[in-house]
């Protein structure tokens, strides 16, 4: 199984399903820089030192991931680590000569940018996404990391300007509508007071950039699962909603283990809904031996919803407002739910 799959996974019961998967997603999701004239010797040797660059990820990836060193041996770890930084210098220092001797190369600064945000130097790339913006403004894909770096640091009226600005100047790349979308559903309460919007209009704000994604990409696991699992944190449900998206990324599953995860999603949905019957039917579709443990947890969710302790006491308030506006109607996906589903267990407002 690909480690994307398992990714997606090991998100499915976190406490912020949105941003865990943003998070894979921004693994899995680089900037395209193809060579705008390959008889241009800059050009050439910017495209080389970006293959040497992927070649250097790889090769500290794949250190990473058959590392043996003994976390207790701090001399090793000290070893390890130094291994790591003398292969990575050797790309920044690359980077350094090719921009002394192209300091025009407002793709070049993009490309250094992006390394540097790679291996952790997030401030570093900030300022080389800067310099590839002064010389290049019109290039959608500076814009777009530019407003990647604003959501994650906290200049959230930044991220929004520049995805817009991103979006205006490429409105068919998909990754800029579903970064927009998940750092407007992230960070509801700026959302909120930039646009002079309710919560509710923030969420069809979200999900409507989601929906323009998915035009764009519309077979693409990743993007609909990123948007199936923003209803997880919206209320009053969206139950209708929420089952029609995981029953449509179910439809673009590729192979049995990126299905088994869908219906483990499906299953949780469905026992947060009231469905019960259908939830079992879904896990007992998982026989992936890598999904056991969410499997089990389901399980037991599911045993806790259909016989609730008898000890609990409900208590019954006046103040209680029933909601008016759930859509309880489900088309070719479940049968209607007659009671109001209970809250997703961990889910919190992020």
């Not at 003398?86 to 921009?99: A, E, I, N, S």
């Not at 490309?111 to 590839?132: K, T």
């Not at 139950?239 to 949780?268: F, I, M, P, Y």
Request: aromatic letters at 10%; hydrophobic letters at 35%; proline letters at 5%.
């Amino acid at each position: 199984m690909g480690d994307l799959t398992v990714g997606l996974l090991s998100a499915l019961l976190a406490t912020n399903q949105p941003a865990a998967v943003s998070n894979l997603v921004a693994e899995h999701t680089g900037i395209a820089l193809p060579i705008v004239d390959t008889n241009d010797p800059a050009e050439r040797e910017l495209r080389n030192l970006m293959i040497s660059d992927d070649a250097a990820m790889d090769e500290v990836n794949e250190w990473i991931s058959t590392n043996s060193v003994s976390r207790t041996d701090t001399n090793a770890v000290a070893a390890f680590n130094q291994k790591i930084r003398t292969r990575l210098d050797t790309v920044k220092h690359d980077y350094d000569v090719y921009l002394r001797n192209h300091p025009d190369s407002a793709r070049g600064f993009l490309a250094y940018g992006s390394f540097l945000n790679d291996i952790g130097d997030e401030d570093g790339a900030h300022v080389q996404y800067e310099n590839s913006k002064q010389l290049d403004p019109k290039n959608p894909a500076v814009w777009n990391q530019l407003a990647n770096y604003y959501g994650e640091f906290g200049e959230l009226t930044n991220a929004f300007a520049h995805y817009t600005e991103a979006i205006r100047l490429d409105p068919t790349e998909p990754v800029y509508y579903q970064n927009f979308a998940t750092t407007v559903y992230l960070y509801r309460k700026d959302a909120r007071e930039y646009y002079h919007i309710n919560e509710q209009q923030v969420f069809d704000k979200a999900l409507g950039l989601y929906q323009q994604a998915m035009k764009l990409k519309p077979d693409d696991l990743v993007l609909a699962t990123d948007y199936a699992e923003s209803f997880y944190g919206i209320k009053p449900y969206r139950t209708n909603d929420a089952l029609v998206s995981w029953t449509n990324a179910l439809r673009v599953c590729k192979d049995e283990n990126e299905r088994e995860g869908v219906q483990l999603h499906l299953a949780r949905t469905k026992i947060a809904f009231g469905y019960y019957d259908e939830a079992q039917g879904h896990l007992d579709t998982i026989t992936n031996g890598v999904f056991g443990d969410l499997k089990r947890r389901l399980i037991r969710s599911l045993a806790d919803h259909k016989n609730p302790p008898t000890n609990d006491v409900v208590e019954i308030t006046t103040n209680a407002v029933v909601p008016t506006n759930l859509n309880m109607t489900v088309t070719n996906t479940a049968t209607a739910a007659t009671n109001l589903a209970p809250e997703l267990p961990g889910q919190k407002q992020p």
